[in-house]
């Protein structure tokens, strides 16, 4: 049975997170097997339910999970159905050519006009699901299609699994750096990587954005959360060379008055965005 709705929270802290075993007593989820710093659920209830179900999942969590709740969490949300065929080895869509599959499918996959990506399952967020990474993967098949990805140099910045430097590197980037504070992503990332075979042109770092060498980059790809992205936008342009482009995703509709405000002191402008569920993904020029 396909109907109903998974949700993972990973959740950012180094300690261990400790479920409770009555999390799901009286509201309607189940908890699945995940991998560590990772909480997977599912309802079955119908679709004309699952507001209600998100909401009762939200305050229980709130509820018996304060000190993680209150902290950066990433919620990926989809539908039971989607979330089976990535289990299934079923490749998943990112963007108009490209496909995520598991490694141990590289054979199932004739040769088509599909370029695939291989990466392991476990964390739903950044396998492409997620609209963000969606739109993302669109921008950088923009630049690309106007020869602004090949032979240049690419940060990914809070890169997850890797998934957009991996493209970036298949899209025959110069180099491509991926950068994550989260052990768990970095380790995550590195096996993507190699499962790409891309160990010569991606690579992976947890040192901080203000410690890297300023002026060597050409695009950034930065997918985050408003907050950071409002707290690391100018650390990331001084690691541009002008003129230097900046895939900027993660933020809703409501923010693009804020993002604008954030990036024209730099001497950026937006000259391309898209909405994706509710998510923009835009591409912002330095002028």
Known sequence: MNE???VQIRF???????????????????????????????????????DSCLRRLQVRVLQCLPGHANTDTDWEVMPLARYNSLG????????????????????????????????????AFGDGCHPTTRGSVQALEYLHEHDLVRGRDVLDVGTGTGIL????????????????IDPESIRVARENIRQNGLETTVSVTNTPLQ??????????????TISVMIRTFREIVKLLAPPGIVVMSGF?????????????????EVIRSEEQ???????????
């Open 88 to 123: 299934n080895g079923q490749p998943v869509r990112v963007g108009r050519s490209w496909m995520v599959a598991p490694p141990d499918t590289l054979n199932r996959h004739p040769a088509s006009g599909e370029n695939f990506i291989f990466m392991r399952p476990g964390w």
């Open 211 to 224: 410690n890297l060498p300023q002026g060597k980059w050409n695009l950034a790809l930065a997918n985050l």
């Open 12 to 50: 950012s802290g180094k300690g261990p997170v400790n479920i409770p075993a009555d999390l799901c007593s009286d509201i309607p989820w189940q908890i699945l097997n995940s991998p560590p710093g990772i909480l997977t659920l599912v309802t079955r209830e119908p679709a004309g339910r699952w």
């Open 165 to 180: 430097g991996i493209i970036a590197g298949k899209m025959n980037a110069r180099s491509v750096l991926c950068l994550d």
């Open 252 to 268: 809703k509709a409501a923010n693009q008055e804020e993002i604008s405000r954030l990036i024209h002191p730099c001497g950026f």
């Open 4 to 6: 109903g709705l998974v």
């Open 277 to 287: 569920d509710g998510w923009i993904t835009s591409i912002a020029l330095q002028k």
